[in-house]
């Protein structure tokens, strides 16, 4: 039995070294943002690193959660108890395995060609402010989908939990993104801001031919989050898809600056919003005031969405291109706000004034729907080769570390 013990650790070391020695890797990268819709998951194949990374997509699925799932995370987002935190470490990290095992299957890809997984699981709680208990200070972010169940649930090596060590470290743990943008947006000729709109939107600012100690990152306010709740709270459904309702509604320019007076859209960087700013209880406060205002539910929808643009902007303006206009020409934009349109329209319009080009993801060869979860793949990579990966001017962390713990 005891040799049968040492066995069986001496073959997992030797697995996780020769991954570990590889330059050349197939991975596994998983996601599911703040909206909670599914498992966005993307088998590729990476080499090299840092600016100098080589990668290239095999496969690629969306693996939607069962409502129940989905209703249970935004619960559980909006307030759980510890039990259903703890159930949904290990219902999350299984729905994950099982997406990730199928993607793989559909790929004709074997299960043993695969060198690792990044997983970034499901966020249920993050808490950018410091809190203190005796004499220790810290911020917290919580995501369940353990690297340990989605593991045994595949048999292949599972690097996740990236935000804990950054938040260790004094960082925000977000936006989690940035090193990954530098690595395959930046230009040597123009800079960029790469502006991403899924639950909660943000920008990652690449000034030309960027050094990672000049890039820096925050969330700029809600992307589709408050939409999504306002449109299950009027309408019943999920989403405004297309961004249809909103087209046929008005902007209330005074609901929209009641709501603009949020602390968060104002606040310095470094920065980082979820769901306790902008989650149910933002969103049912914006209907009232509304409604008590005498607006229609379009022009509610209207306004809140219009609130997504109106808070990208203005971040531009104050913290972004005040002192540096002259060095950003292009806005790069990926995320599911992608597909509304009433966001595009208004955002392309938005930017122009600035002098800003938009392009989307796709222009540039980026599937945005599986960015982030290219992403996780490319964190972990990073981390298999220790290579700090996190982006100290995004975070607020006090050093560049190593995000990711590796479960065999």
């Not at 996740?160 to 950054?166: E, T």
């Not at 929808?301 to 997504?308: K, R, Y």
């Not at 981390?383 to 065999?408: Q, R, Y």
Request: proline share 3%; glycine share 10%.
């Amino acid at each position: 039995m005891v040799n049968g013990l040492v066995e069986s650790r001496l073959n997992l070391a030797m697995r996780l070294s020769e991954v570990m020695s590889r330059d050349s890797r197939i991975a596994v990268g998983a996601m599911s943002g703040t909206s909670a819709d599914g498992v966005d998951v993307v088998v590729v194949r990476l080499e090299g690193h840092g600016r100098n990374i080589k990668w290239k997509i095999l496969a690629s699925r969306v693996v939607p959660y069962p409502l129940e799932l989905k209703k249970r995370i935004l619960m559980c987002s909006e307030g759980g108890r510890v039990k259903d935190v703890c159930l949904l470490n290990y219902v999350v990290g299984i729905s994950f395995a099982r997406a990730i095992l199928r993607t793989i299957d559909e790929s004709g890809i074997r299960v043993s060609e695969v060198d690792f997984i990044g997983s970034h699981g499901q966020t249920v709680y993050h808490m950018p402010e410091y809190i203190k208990i005796g004499d220790i200070a810290t911020r917290c972010s919580l995501q369940v989908g353990s690297p340990a169940v989605i593991a045994e649930h595949t048999g292949l090596i599972t690097v996740g939990d990236f935000r804990c060590r950054d938040v260790a470290a004094g960082g925000h743990g977000a936006p989690i993104i940035a090193y990954v943008d530098w690595a395959l947006l930046t230009s040597s000729e123009v800079g960029r801001l790469v502006q991403n709109i899924g639950g909660i939107a943000n920008v990652t600012v690449l000034p030309p031919n960027a050094t990672l100690s000049e890039v820096y990152a925050f969330d700029t306010g809600p992307g589709n989050m408050v939409i999504d709740e306002v449109m299950r709270i009027l309408y019943g459904v999920e989403c405004d898809v297309d961004g249809e309702t909103a087209r046929r509604g008005n902007v209330s320019n005074s609901l929209l600056r009641e709501l603009m007076n949020h602390w968060f859209i104002k606040a310095k960087p470094p920065k980082t919003a979820g769901r306790r700013e902008f989650g149910r209880r933002f969103a049912e406060y914006a209907i009232r005031k509304g409604l008590k205002m005498g607006i229609s539910k379009e022009d509610i929808v209207a306004t809140v969405t219009a609130l997504t643009v109106e808070s990208i902007v203005y971040n531009y303006d104050r913290f972004v291109l005040r002192s540096h206009s002259h060095r950003y020409r292009e806005v790069i934009v990926g995320g599911g706000g992608t597909k509304n349109r009433f966001i595009m329209e208004r955002l392309r319009d938005e930017l122009r004034k600035r002098g800003l080009r938009l392009l989307t993801h796709e222009d540039l060869g980026i599937d945005s729907k599986f960015k982030e979860s290219l992403g996780m793949a490319i964190l972990a990579h990073e981390a298999l080769s220790g290579i700090p990966n996190n982006v100290p001017k995004a975070t607020g962390a006090k050093k560049a570390v190593v995000m990711g713990l590796i479960a065999l």
